[in-house]
């Protein structure tokens, strides 16, 4: 953690953070009359390509239009948000046991602005719960992680953001003067660490229960 630094909230993105979404790319898969391997090899090359999720899905059907599909799914009573059992198994525990230190909790990432209820509805207290939708802006933006700051009600200094990509989580956060927290899991950590800027990072980790721990013993870890 940068020297001196005492932090007083955390605050976490969403997919692959505290939420596993493979159930989504499973579901994305069937609709597409492919196999779930299938899919998943094409998000990597994109991931790799640093383009955009969706290029995955239109390399098997080209102009699909995502939002229709979601409505679609939405009107025929199909889920199309997540829910408690798509949540990573330490998801609640970590955010308890940094309530318990006296931390305070911060949710917010590029999700439809559903996401903030299906959030509540996992069982998360938070302080604050907010999406892109509802904020009007996305992540990498500035002006997200002034949200953030604003949401948190303190100094960057003081805040650390949790997030699986370096590229719309860390780096950005680190820019905002956020302490990063890179968490490898899912399809986008698993390329982002392979690069160089994951050599930059304040701490990574491999499990949300090891936050805690890293903000009772704030030594950098490799």
Known sequence: MRTG???KVVVFDVGETL????????QWAAYLGVGTDAVLTALDKVIRGRGHHHEALR?????????????????SGERVIFGRDDLYPDALSCLSALRSRGNRIGIAGNQ????????????????????SAGWGVEKPS?????????????????????GDRLDNDIG????????????????????HATWPGAAEVDFKIRGL??????????????
């Open 59 to 75: 390399s098997f059907r080209p102009g699909l239009d995502i939002k229709a599909v979601f409505a679609e799914q939405a009107q």
């Open 209 to 222: 229960m090891e936050i805690p721990d890293i903000l009772t013993d704030p030594a950098p870890r490799p």
């Open 142 to 162: 500035p002006l997200f992680f002034e949200k953030v700051q604003q949401a948190a009600g303190v100094d960057a200094a003081a805040i650390a953001y949790v």
């Open 112 to 131: 439809p602005a559903q996401a903030e209820d299906a959030l509540r509805d996992c069982g998360f207290t938070a302080d604050f719960v907010a999406s």
């Open 19 to 26: 939420v596993d979404e493979t159930r989504m790319w499973q």
């Open 172 to 191: 950005p956060a680190r820019e905002a003067g956020m302490t990063g927290i890179f968490i490898e899991l899912g399809p986008w950590a698993r390329v």
């Open 5 to 7: 630094r005492e932090i």
